[in-house]
């Protein structure tokens, strides 16, 4: 079964700088990782600082080695005790 998670990331606007400049690097690498059917990360038009994620990997060792892998980045670093509202999902 594929994984999805979908949902956002509020970012608060003294850390959106440089969130945002270190998201291209983050898709990037992700996009890049086996198993990686989407990511997306965009920002929303209706809320500022809100960052709508969409995520589909191949299965569930893929979810999981994506997350392992992110959690050891600047990424996680910069992202550090923000928020995120997510629903993850198994799908056909």
Known sequence: ??????????VPADRLAEVSAALP??????????????FDVTPSSDVAGRFDVAEVFAD????DAHQKRAGATNWAKLTKGIPRHYQIVEIP
């Open 25 to 38: 690097e983050h898709i990037r690498l992700t996009r890049a990782e086996t198993g990686c059917i989407g």
């Open 1 to 10: 079964m594929k994984i999805q998670l979908t949902g956002y990331i509020d």
């Open 60 to 63: 569930r060792n893929s979810f």
